[in-house]
DNA sequence: TGCGTTTTAGTATGAGCGTTCTATAATGAC
DNA sequence: GTCATTATAGAACGCTCATACTAAAACGCA
């Protein structure tokens, strides 16, 4: 028993996160946003709070819509397949988008990094689901024989979780198939079991890196 | 013939980087560098000119001081342990960081990836000699049979940045030892060559993550 | 038809921003 | 000692920012 809404909330949600995943929090102003979304300000302020709060349903609706989805579709399949189709996926997209955005929430991460900020529990989260992905892929992949043994499960899923962050830095400055393709090519192989390799998987202590220690 | 300056530029200017490498270009404002250096703002404008160009400088110092050092360190040394030395450096100083700066670079490169900005080409120009310097490791690690001829040179040391850059990233939102070391472990891992692999080095067709492509 | 409630529209506000301006102070040259 | 030149100190400027405020408008219900 009042005025209804003249907006749709999603469209208003789709908008705001095309200006926060293009120009990131600081950079996106209040008017950015009204003239994003067609609204005033004083609509914006009594729908969704604040440019914080805005924000954070911004970049909740980015995770769920964006990355949720990708994981959904790629736990599906094969071991292999799922990490390769996973990266495949995200560079096509970023080779596809004009406008190079990359991810909103790996550009969220880098610029709230400093701050104290209430949207750092988000994204660490986002970043371990998608670890836990790889590492899903990985042990499958181990079992069944198609992925390697010669590394632990969890350095493997790291390494995975690093390639997809190096693309997707790389994706927004230097934004070249063969770069992007090099790099993840390099990783899947890498991942492949090899034909000789033995049946123990090695404990994860690094001694590539160091090897001096213990 | 006129009155002299009464700080140290090399001071101010290590002052102004360790503003803009904690809090990149926007979040940095004039009060905090003048706050950061003891200089009063018509001195900063009057020996710097504005906040671009003093940023350009800051820049320019960090990639010199910073990377330029990196690179020419680990060149000296056999190639895998040029790869080995330059990643365990970053992971060192990344988790000695208490501030997590991360790296500047690839901050400044998300920070001005959207924007028309005069600072991509000292950017892309400093990713890549990186790619440069991973490049020339691989290939004499291919001459000398420590790296794996299984791929293509340029795609080993495109793994090798994707990887540098997402072990900036993770190190900035998840600052433990043990992703960051198992993903370079991994990687260095990846790079060995395989005893009983063959003399050709692989085209870089990228079959591995576009298998359907001829 | 009026009332309570919520949404709109437009404007105002106060803070912070980058930058400039006005003095004043410190030097070397004459 | 005077002058030209440059560096300092601090206030001031114009602008944009996020946000709050004031009315008017649009509904369901009595």
Same mark, same amino acid.
């Given at each position: 028993m009042a005025r209804p809404r003249e907006f749709d909330e999603d469209a208003v949600l789709d908008a705001a996160v095309a200006c926060f995943w293009r120009h990131g #929090?600081?950079?996106?102003?209040?008017?950015?946003?009204?003239? /994003?979304?067609?609204?005033?300000? &004083?609509?914006?302020?009594? +729908?969704? $709070?604040?440019?914080?709060?805005?924000?954070?349903?911004?970049? =909740?609706?980015?995770? /769920? %819509?964006g990355i949720g989805q990708r994981l959904a579709r790629y736990q599906e399949v094969s071991p292999l397949e799922g990490v390769r189709g996973y990266l495949r996926d995200v560079v096509e997209r970023s080779l596809n988008?004009?406008?190079?955005k990359g991810c909103m929430v790996v550009n969220a991460a880098l610029e709230f990094a400093t701050r104290d900020s209430e949207f750092r529990p988000m994204i660490a989260g986002? #970043? &371990?689901?998608? /670890?836990?992905?790889?590492?899903?892929?990985?042990?499958?992949?181990?079992?069944? %024989?198609? @992925?390697? !043994?010669?590394?632990?499960? =969890?350095?493997?899923?790291?390494?995975?979780? +690093? @390639?997809?962050?190096? *693309?997707?830095?790389?994706?927004?400055? !230097?934004? /070249?198939? +063969?770069?992007?393709? $090099?790099? *993840?090519?390099?990783?899947?192989?890498?991942? =492949?079991?090899?034909?000789? =390799? %033995?049946?123990l998987i090695s404990r994860n202590d690094h001694a590539e890196i160091r090897p001096d220690t213990p």
């Open positions: #929090f600081d950079a996106t102003s209040i008017r950015d946003l009204i003239g /994003e979304t067609g609204l005033t300000a &004083a609509s914006l302020y009594n +729908a969704f $709070g604040d440019k914080r709060s805005l924000f954070r349903l911004a970049l =909740e609706r980015y995770i /769920e %819509g988008d004009p406008a190079n986002t #970043f &371990a689901r998608i /670890e836990a992905f790889f590492l899903d892929c990985v042990r499958r992949g181990q079992h069944d %024989g198609s @992925v390697t !043994r010669a590394l632990a499960d =969890e350095d493997l899923a790291r390494h995975c979780l +690093a @390639v997809l962050m190096g *693309v997707r830095v790389l994706a927004r400055i !230097r934004p /070249e198939r +063969a770069v992007l393709d $090099g790099a *993840v090519a390099a990783l899947l192989r890498s991942l =492949e079991a090899r034909p000789d =390799e %033995g049946l």
